[in-house]
């Protein structure tokens, strides 16, 4: 699945086919208003979708598999670049939206020697665009060495992922110009895992300690397919097929319009479960494995994981006599340290952060270094216990729902309600996890995720990082209108809702196609 990002021969190659036809207007509408701007054509356009995660919440960044599928609303850039003149010690972004009203322009200079200012504490939409630029320029500099000169770009961007509503517009947008980047300024082709790897790291800069979920998704997906993402040992993208049904299944996404601003409410959301995994991670090693056992240093987003743990255990246990007597499955590993962990972290109250840190046998000053320093998070006890839980639980319930897709038993029968039912078993599952263990739903993802499973859903639950944004629905295709029916009494006829934000509450998806760059002739 790796390999280069595909470039399209001609723009006009693209309308006829059947994902994007009907995207033609807005494409259109892209390119005329570049000319409009810049009184000149684009080069390109670089294109990157949003995704939704069918499963596998809030464990990619302890390194543990993942299954989203990208979405067809996507980031688009169109782009002209030129040489910096002669002797210029800078380059200029001009930078533009198509909805200018809500997005003003704008232009900047870089110095050639960098670097580029970030405000993340300033809400800004050109911040994610600066990002991109950042991440693919220290990956030019690194090919090219010190000699490289940075081109001048003129840009129009169009953006139809819903923001703030767990679709992830931001990996797409992310991704989408780190990808434009790297093709004005003259590379051929683009490595889709060299791509992933810099857009991960870019997005961290507005100050969310993210995992690779998003960007894999935006990044490596095919159309028709779902994406099975691995973290470990090395990133790894492979499209995984929905088997036909009987009857056919659809995701419905559902927008809670309850908004969570991630960057804003970090400390005590997101990067707080980052730190809590992270010292689950830390603890079960101090007390599971031989004393003086150091965690591998990984690709987790605080450099220990979970799944560090996790292999350091069974390597140890291998090591002994656990693996002479029989080899286990991971699925069987993940029992296991369900078990353990039950065992373990006994207190459903949570631990201090004076009672990890004696357990780490670490002083307080080291503590606060070694966890606390990277991103803030705020927290008087850190529930290691039901965080672990969620983590392993719910790797266990992504490698069953792949073992069932790609293992189908239902074949050759002609109704597979069954199937269809223990897939959204599994879904249903993520979303008590993610209620109970994990807190990170809300009262109106919980409502939302009620109201759809008594209309006919098979499964329903929060994507993205939850507490508040979007939820994800499987349903069979008989009953789409029921459930989006009974959401519109249920749920949206009380909420006082713009137009357009009614139009995009519901949406069926079809699983889209990744990054791509498109040229203009
Ligand atoms: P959202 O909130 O949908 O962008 C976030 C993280 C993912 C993953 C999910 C939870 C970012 C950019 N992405 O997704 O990496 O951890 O939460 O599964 O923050
Ligand atoms: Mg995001």
Known sequence: MSGPVPVAGALADIYPTPALAHEAPRWNRLLATFDAVYGHRADFVSRSPGRVNIIGEHIDYSLY???????TFDALFAVRASPAPEGATSFTIRIANVQGDKFPAREFSVPLAGPIDIDAAKFEWTNYFKCGLRGALELLHKKRGPGCRPCNMDVVMDGNVPVGGGLSSSAAFVSATALAVMVANGEKTVDKTELTELAIVSERAVGVNAGGMDQSASVFSEPGSALFVSFSPRLEARPVQFPPTNPELCFVIAQSFVTSNKQVTAPIHYNLRVVEVTLAAAYLNAVLNPPGTELPADAGSLGTSLRGF???????????????????????ELQKLIELTRGALTQEE??????????LNLSAADFEKRFLSSFPVRAERFKLRQRALHVFTEALRVLKFITLLERPLH???????????????????????????FECSCPELDQICRIARAAGAYGSRLTGAGWGGCSVHLVPANKVAD??????REYYASKDLTEEQRENAVVV?????GSAIYLVD
């Open 65 to 71: 598999s993942v299954l989203p599928m990208a979405i």
């Open 310 to 332: 996790h292999d350091t255990y069974f390597y140890h246990q291998n090591a002994s006599d656990y693996g002479a007597v029989k080899s286990i499955t991971q699925e069987e």
């Open 483 to 488: 459930v989006k029916a009974a959401l519109e």
């Open 411 to 437: 074949t050759g029968r002609s109704d597979t309600t069954p199937f269809n039912e223990e897939l959204g078993g599994l879904m249903n599952a993520t979303q008590d996890s993610c209620r109970d263990l």
């Open 509 to 513: 998806s079809r699983p889209a196609g």
């Open 350 to 359: 949570g631990y201090t952060r004076e009672e990890i840190a004696r357990v």
